[in-house]
């Protein structure tokens, strides 16, 4: 049940969309189930996030991502190719070019036994079948 936290500057519907799709398929065409991924974006406002002590807005950025800061939780057996791979898959989904000042992709190995999410009106382990 790989969950992606994607915190950035204020994205239109369409594009958090497309960004959602896009994640979506490449985590499905590598091993997960497409009703499992969840993407969740996470506004930020100006003046919140200092790169050296200095606001990001500040430094220079072409017309692409300004910033963004991506948390994945992944399963403990996904090894460093696979997170490597899935790390650049978000970079070119968000338009990472070579005038962003910053993108930070974190991966938090989650076993399943320790995330629960409810599914038809019940409470469940994602490692219960």
Partial sequence: ???ITITTTKLSTARRRAVAVRLTRWLSTHGS???HVVVRFESTEEGTVY???MPV???PYDDGLRHAAVTCC?????DEAYRAALAAEIGDALGLTAGTPFL???FRPTPL???HYGAAGKLRRADAT
Wanted: glycine content about 14%; proline content about 9%.
């Fill in 1 to 3: 049940m790989p969950t």
């Fill in 33 to 35: 189930e497409r009703g």
């Fill in 51 to 53: 790169i050296g002590g």
């Fill in 57 to 59: 807005e500040a430094l």
């Fill in 74 to 78: 992944v399963a403990p057996d996904r």
């Fill in 104 to 106: 930070y992709v974190e």
């Fill in 113 to 115: 036994d320790q995330v």
